[in-house]
């Protein structure tokens, strides 16, 4: 089992920047792919970033990249999101997640541990 807490949301204005954490504990940390959800009332949960376990290969979401960054530090058990420049448009409940292939994946269904969320939102 793997467990995972995310910290860092609030209130932020569009055009400025917040840092998303993941803490993990239980199995090892470096084991799992990492990734970062969102979900918006009255919408679906979709990805928005993971990162592989060596931290070498990342994927985003379209709506995010070039604005947001992952990482990971595997001796803090840590990942990370860094959200520069946010819209509006990225106000949602932000969730950090797990999964034992070391292959990045998109879809919710294919990651098996979930933190409890984070709240985000962006001010115009």
């Known amino acids: 089992q793997v467990q995972l807490v995310e910290s860092g949301g609030g209130l932020v204005q569009a055009g400025g920047f917040l840092r998303l954490s993941c803490a993990a504990s239980?199995?090892?940390?470096?084991?799992?792919?990492m990734g970062w959800f969102r979900q918006a009332p009255g919408k679906e949960r979709e990805f928005v970033a993971a990162?592989?376990?060596?931290?070498?290969?990342?994927s985003y979401a379209d709506s995010v990249k070039g604005r947001f960054t992952i990482s990971r530090d595997n001796a803090k058990n840590t990942v990370y999101l860094q959200m520069n420049s946010p819209k509006p448009e990225d106000t949602a409940v932000y969730y950090c997640?797990?999964?034992?292939?070391?292959?990045?994946?998109?879809?919710?269904?294919?990651?098996?541990?979930w933190g409890q969320g984070t709240q985000v939102t962006v001010s115009s």
């Open positions: 239980g199995r090892t940390f470096s084991n799992y792919v």
């Open positions: 997640a797990a999964r034992s292939l070391d292959i990045i994946a998109t879809m919710p269904t294919r990651y098996a541990y």
């Open positions: 990162i592989t376990w060596s931290g070498g290969s990342t």
